[in-house]
């Protein structure tokens, strides 16, 4: 009797631990933050400066100090970022899409103030940095996004999908009605963006990425995979190929749109981001496309 009351005493030790650590660990990591609107929008900021700086440099060469130094409110120029070697069509697609970063910048400035924007490593080093941790071996040469076509697409795939997913997880923590009309409007062209990214990667799917002898498909899973590892919160990423049982209604293998089992966007939270974005897996550990963490208050707190 004694040994049995031992075993079982030991048995609901062992549940406790476990329920505590699942919600004293797992749960919170994934929880959205706490936030008013104008600190949760600003956020976004950190995302749009990454994007508008990525875009205008990797199709013009010059990046957002050159069209509109103001909105950047003093903050550091980015390191790294170039002219990529693009072809006419991608060069104007990605062109188009610089200048309405720039724009999403001026209405959330306008709207709710806007933030110092951080210091961003746009170097073709961060690129390859976070290629091989998501192909989970040193690529040689280094991937360079500004190469060609397809890797600066490759590269862009990181980016966009990562803000869209941030609105999406920002819109039910809304209180007023002009930030949830600010917020929608900005989500519609972000995943339009995405979905042109994911468009024009597909149409490749099948295409080696020289010299890596690679397909488009096995990059974008793995850095889908990847992102899913980092964000720590469950699978929220998809590349563009997935099992049939994951394609929409189970009935397709085709995946330009990554979306849920009811074909709804994911979401993540802003810790979630900074994971990614960071490249770190941490919210506390600036890295990647951000070596000295992101800016606003949400960002610094986080960092804290």
Known sequence: MASRSCFSALLLLLVAFEFIFVIGVTLPRCRPIVANDNDQIQFALNLEFL???FFLFGALGKGLDDFAPSLALGGPPPAG???AN???????????FGYQEIGHIRAITQSVGGIRRPQLNLS?????AIMNQAMNTTLSPPFNPYANSINYLLASYVIPYVGLVGYV???PNLDRKTSLSLVASLLGVEAGQDAVIRGLLYERADETVSPYGLTV?????RISEFRNRLGMCGVKDE????????GAENRTTSNILSADANSLSYSRTPAEILRIVYGTGSERSPGGFFPKGGSGRIAMRLLQ
Not at 217 to 221: A, E, I, K, Q, V
């Open 86 to 96: 693009l072809d006419p069509t991608t060069r104007r697609i990605i062109e188009e």
């Open 51 to 53: 994007e508008a700086d």
């Open 239 to 246: 590349g563009l190929m997935v099992p049939v049982q994951l």
């Open 169 to 171: 997880g920002t819109i």
């Open 81 to 83: 970022g170039r002219m």
């Open 217 to 221: 498909t096995n990059f974008t899973n």
């Open 124 to 128: 073709a080093e961060a690129f390859a």
